[in-house]
Structures are given as structure tokens and as C-alpha cells.
């Protein structure tokens, strides 16, 4: 019973590194993430009109994350979704953009960013 039960903990835990594997995720604390609210209701729209993007998948761990430190506004955000539901491969142009990780950021200037991102890291990167 006991090699059973080591089985299904093995098993379990196969499963998340493989599913959480292709995301990035490097938060510090949710509180350095977060202060959302003031900062990211307007923080969205000005990121998608300088020209920020910003590449996820709907099954990513970090993705979710990420789009939950952006509350509300996360609809204002440019988001190219690189995966239909149920299904994990890419689409097209997130191949042709080389994606690697999600979620992953791209700036103005095509230099990337893999993995989530605070709202003071966004707003630092919008003023450089």
C-alpha cells in the first residue's frame, strides 16, 4: 500500500513540473506584485498604447498570475494568446515570434521579458 501511495506522489508531482514547466513564473510576493487598483487602471492602457505585448497561454500557471496582479484592467492589456483551449500546441505567430515561456513580455524596443512581472517593474520599463 505504501509503494502505491509513493507511486501516486511521484506521479503528482511529474504532473505539476510538467505543467507548470512552461511557465515562468517569478514573483517575489504577491504584495510586490500586486498594488493594483490606482496603479494598474491606468497602467494597462498606457503599456498597450506605447506598445507593450505581452504572450500567454490559458493553461500557464504564472499567465493566470499574471493576469490577476492586473485585476479588472487586464482587458485593456495586449495579449496574444499562444494556445486554443484543450489544446497545448502554439499558434502561428507565436511560433513565428519565438516563443519560449509564459507568460512572456515584449517592450517597444523587442527586448522580452519571460515571466510575470510587478506593476512598479512595468512602470519602471514604461519610463525607460
Same mark, same amino acid.
Given at each position: 500500500?505504501? =509503494?502505491? =501511495?509513493? @507511486?501516486?506522489?511521484?506521479?503528482?508531482?511529474?504532473?505539476?513540473?510538467?505543467?507548470?514547466?512552461?511557465?515562468?513564473?517569478?514573483p517575489?510576493?504577491?504584495?510586490?506584485l500586486?498594488?493594483?487598483?490606482?496603479?494598474?487602471?491606468?497602467?494597462?492602457?498606457?503599456l498597450?498604447?506605447?506598445? @507593450?505585448?505581452?504572450?500567454?497561454?490559458w493553461?500557464?500557471?504564472?499567465?493566470?498570475f499574471?493576469?490577476?496582479? @492586473?485585476?479588472?484592467?487586464?482587458?485593456?492589456?495586449?495579449?496574444?494568446?499562444?494556445?486554443e483551449?484543450?489544446v497545448r500546441?502554439q499558434? +502561428?505567430?507565436?511560433?513565428?515570434?519565438?516563443? =519560449?515561456?509564459?507568460?512572456t513580455?515584449e @517592450?517597444?524596443?523587442g527586448?522580452?521579458? +519571460?515571466?510575470?512581472?510587478?506593476?512598479?517593474?512595468?512602470?519602471?520599463?514604461?519610463v +525607460?
Open positions: 500500500m505504501d =509503494k502505491i =501511495k509513493s @507511486f501516486h506522489k511521484v506521479i503528482l508531482i511529474s504532473a505539476l513540473v510538467l505543467v507548470l514547466g512552461g511557465c515562468s513564473l517569478q517575489n510576493t504577491i504584495n510586490d500586486s498594488n493594483t487598483g490606482q496603479v494598474g487602471s491606468s497602467l494597462a492602457g498606457r498597450t498604447e506605447a506598445g @507593450f505585448k505581452v504572450y500567454t497561454a493553461w500557464c500557471s504564472g499567465c493566470k499574471q493576469k490577476q496582479v @492586473f485585476g479588472d484592467d487586464w482587458d485593456n492589456i495586449n495579449n496574444i494568446e499562444c494556445s483551449p484543450s500546441s499558434k +502561428e505567430i507565436c511560433k513565428e515570434a519565438g516563443i =519560449k515561456a509564459y507568460p513580455w @517592450f517597444p524596443d527586448t522580452r521579458h +519571460e515571466g510575470v512581472l510587478s506593476l512598479p517593474e512595468l512602470e519602471q520599463k514604461l +525607460e
